[in-house]
């Protein structure tokens, strides 16, 4: 099947640093990418919708100016985490739909912690 | 309301045995896609099957079948021959509408134990 990659697989960060996190479609182009966050034991939250070419959708609660997503070429979405606090601390994972495929593929998800 | 309910935050199995994990969902729409993931501790989603709102056969793929009943909105994950390699999160999902870009609605899972 299709893979999705995520750079970095975990990071550790100081409070008030940005990170940004990568997710790459290795096979296949992606127009649409979607932003998921996971706490411990809780299911997936959507964040945001990627577009290529076209800005984030964001859902409702989500702080576009926090986490910013870029979505520049249809292989590649960034999502950044801008001053990262504690809470930030999560499971990012990211996922790619191609054309009229109906399934997402998933990347294998990122784990940041925020010192 | 909730578009995806789970309502089995744990469930147990023996091993070889076969186990139904539930879900019920909630649309209007007449087209959605129904899906089931699976997510071991490593925490990667892995696809394991889907269902179209239109297809009239449950679907299966190898020990998964879906037991799609339409009228009552859920859409169950059978596991056959339970293994011990399936222990692990099992999230239910619906994708509404026929575009490819709608986002996926995911319940709030159920955790599987396989015991041996």
């Known amino acids: 099947g299709a893979v999705v990659s995520q750079h970095p697989s975990w990071v550790i960060c100081k409070s008030g640093t940005s990170v940004k996190i990568e997710c790459r479609s290795l096979?296949?182009?992606?127009?649409?990418m979607f932003w998921y966050r996971q706490f411990p034991k809780q299911s997936l939250m959507l964040m945001a919708t990627?577009?290529?070419?076209?800005?984030?959708?964001?859902e409702q609660g989500v702080e576009k100016d926090k986490f910013l997503i870029n979505h520049a070429s249809l292989t590649l979405s960034t999502l950044t985490v801008t001053s990262a606090h504690p809470e930030d601390s999560s499971f990012y994972i990211c996922?790619?739909?191609?054309?009229?495929?109906?399934?997402?593929?998933f990347g294998p998800g990122t784990r940041l912690t925020v010192l | 309301a909730q578009k995806i309910t789970q309502t089995q935050p744990g469930m147990f199995v023996q091993e070889k045995e076969a186990v139904t994990l539930d879900c019920t969902y909630d649309?209007?729409?007449?087209?959605?896609?129904l899906f089931w993931y699976k997510q071991p501790s490593s925490g990667e989603m892995i696809f394991l099957i889907y269902?179209?709102?239109?297809?009239?056969q449950n679907a299966t793929e190898g020990r998964y079948s879906l037991n799609f009943q339409k009228a009552r909105k859920s859409a169950n994950l059978v596991i056959s021959a339970s293994q011990l390699g399936d222990s692990a999160m099992y999230f239910c999902?619906?994708?509404?509408?026929?575009?490819?870009?709608?986002?996926?609605?995911f319940g709030t899972g159920t955790s599987l134990t396989v015991i041996p």
């Open positions: 996922s790619a739909r191609i054309g009229s495929y109906n399934e997402q593929f």
């Open positions: 096979d296949f182009q992606a127009t649409t």
């Open positions: 990627s577009n290529e070419g076209s800005k984030a959708t964001y």
């Open positions: 649309t209007s729409d007449q087209s959605y896609g």
């Open positions: 269902q179209g709102s239109y297809d009239e």
């Open positions: 999902a619906m994708r509404e509408g026929r575009n490819t870009g709608n986002q996926f609605y």
